[in-house]
């Protein structure tokens, strides 16, 4: 399975078109994890599950959302709801609750994984304004084999950046 992941665009609604676009056919699901700043109704969430972030004034807009691809088990939500600046320990244990294999957050716009006891946390960057060592627009790419999770970091041109590319073994 592969998956699309971006989040905190803050209103540039271009980039998304772009994203959805190029993959849409490519990938078997597209996440955006909160932060958009575009009304609920927008068609571009016909391919885009999306959930409310902080800066999302509409109350349309789910705060998480949980969804079954394959053998995976995909929790999305915005980072604020699980205080992901402190720590990441909120996020997990909402993973544990719900039984997810892969957890998917915005709100730092800082990019970063981790296989954390069996859960993938990701956060894809921001698309739009990146804060942190990367200071590049970010999204990610998550393929999910059988055996392993490889994630590649692509910049808002849609190429891949080299050295955030990572592989990690999932649990047998």
């Known amino acids: 399975m592969k998956y699309l992941v971006v989040s905190d665009n803050h209103g540039d609604r271009q980039c998304l078109v772009e994203l959805v676009t190029a993959y849409r056919g490519k990938v078997d699901g597209m996440f955006h994890c909160g932060d958009s700043e575009l009304e609920p109704t927008d068609e571009l969430w016909r391919d885009?599950?999306?959930?409310?972030?902080?800066?999302?004034?509409?109350p349309e807009y789910q705060k998480e959302q949980v969804v079954t691809i394959g053998n995976d088990k995909i929790l999305l939500l915005h980072g604020h709801l699980a205080n992901v600046r402190s720590s990441l320990n909120q996020l997990l244990y909402r993973a544990e609750e719900v039984g997810a294999t892969i957890a998917l957050f915005g709100h730092t716009h800082e990019l970063g994984v981790e296989l954390i006891d069996g859960v993938l946390a990701l956060n894809p960057g921001s698309i739009r304004l990146p804060r942190g060592r990367y200071q590049i627009k970010t999204y990610a790419i998550i393929e999910s084999t059988d055996s392993h999770y490889d994630v590649q970091y692509y910049d808002d041109q849609q190429r891949p950046i080299s050295e955030l590319h990572f592989t990690f073994a999932k649990a047998k």
């Open 48 to 58: 885009l599950l999306v959930v409310t972030g902080n800066c999302d004034y509409y």
